[in-house]
């Protein structure tokens, strides 16, 4: 049971958490060595900026990866909390540097909650940033029951799904499903911010989609790269034979007439990228051919009239359902067209409930 919480560093994550557990019930004292931004985080309802009476039952270390190690030292020096977490995306540097230094490394328990925004800062914050993600949690063989309980409640209070990994492990997937894909952004962002101002008024949903993480903080990013850069290189060195290959392709087509064999071979290439990246989608956004974890899928049964589908896409993007979740299947036997939805549980319940007015029929057909 957590009934007092510190959280040190007052941006996105830190505020996040102070709004999620003060939304709990919990009496969060905010630190910062930015005081205006611990001010800001408490105006939000994030908790109160006043020093905790004596122990807290669990302080949230919100501070870049490089910085976790020393903040958490000063803090235990000073008695701060009876367990003690922290919320950075880079596990194993921090997880050596603790056994190694830290006053009581038995009270800590690794933490990565995985939820974000390109946006930084208190301002940014939401008490749901949490809800139905992954928090990763990276305990060492020194840590006491009591501590890792403490941070499984507030993992809890703030609506996550724990998930136990070894540091290295959590390095290596991180750097594949969120720090390399930030780079690549914010290189392709690069690119842009280079571009003449006649052919970035032509840019759409799909380059913006590209470039959206590269919005992100550049002093946190290059703190996070530089501590992930050994589980970093392996991923883009692979990245760049695929990029060479796809270059010597592209200049085959460009210089190969019609028809010839080095043309045929550059195809053959570029089909292949295009069909990976195809199947890495499909491993994403349709794993297994079901949902992701944490999600709900309905099945609304659609009679076929003129404008049904567009109704249906109209209540779906009302209640928080983007057409990339939605799937349409025509059934031979039944002759009937159906709409599979996924969606986090609280938008599939608000969809059910508004199709179920106005007379659809609709079932929950998956829960995972």
Known sequence: MIRTAAVVGTGLIGTS???????RGVRVHLIDADESAARVAAARGAG???????PVDLAVIAVPPGLVARVLGRHQRGGLARAYTDVASVKAPTALAVACGAPEPDLFVGGHPMAGSERSGPLAARADLFEDRPWILTPGPQTCPGALNAVLAAVSLCGAVPVVMEPHAHDRAVALVSHAPHLVASLMAARLGEAPGQELRLAGRGVRDVIRVAGGDPGLWTDIVRSNAPALVEILQALTKDLEALTRALHALAVAGPGAEDAENALAVLR??????????????????????GEVTLTVALAGRPGEVDRLLHAAEESGIGTEGIRLSWSGASTELSASLAASPAAAESMRRRLAADGWRVSVAAVR
């Open 48 to 54: 109160t900026v006043a020093p905790p009476d004596g």
């Open 272 to 293: 292949d990228l295009l069909v990976r990246g195809r199947e890495g989608w499909a491993a994403v956004y349709e794993p297994g051919g079901g949902v992701p974890a």
């Open 17 to 23: 958490a102070g709004l999620a557990l003060s939304r």
